[in-house]
Nanobody, 114 residues
Framework: QVRLVESGGGLMPPGGSLRLSCTVS????????MGWYRQPLGKEREFVAS???????NYADSVKGRFTISRENAKSTVYLQMNSLKPEDTAVYYC????????WGQGTQVTVSS
């Protein structure tokens, strides 16, 4: 059974930074393409960023140049470094395979507000 545990969210002012972590268990993490997704309140979940097993990355246009996805296979963990945060980044952030395949974890809330 795959388990996804996201952490690192919080309340930040515009322009701030946060680093999210997602620890994965129950699957061969090192060979899996992983992704970060987010769901603003009242809206559908959307793609944020992905990283292949080889380290190739892809980003949604809305976060390109501000967010960086990375992975640490030895720890079965994928990260999302978020810089220059904007109020429109406010959402619950989730990780999953890319494309999404597993049951979703609890996510971590990111709120950007002054």
């Amino acid at each position: 059974q795959v388990r996804l545990v996201e952490s690192g969210g919080g309340l930040m002012p515009p322009g701030g930074s946060l680093r999210l972590s997602c620890t994965v268990s129950g699957t061969l993490f090192s060979i899996a393409a992983m992704g970060w997704y987010r769901q603003p309140l009242g809206k559908e979940r959307e793609f944020v960023a992905s990283i292949t097993s080889g380290g190739s990355t892809n980003y949604a246009d809305s976060v390109k140049g501000r967010f960086t996805i990375s992975r640490e296979n030895a720890k079965s963990t994928v990260y999302l470094q978020m810089n220059s945060l904007k109020p429109e980044d406010t959402a619950v952030y989730y990780c999953n395979r890319y494309p999404a395949r597993f049951s979703w974890g609890q996510g971590t809330q990111v709120t950007v507000s002054s």
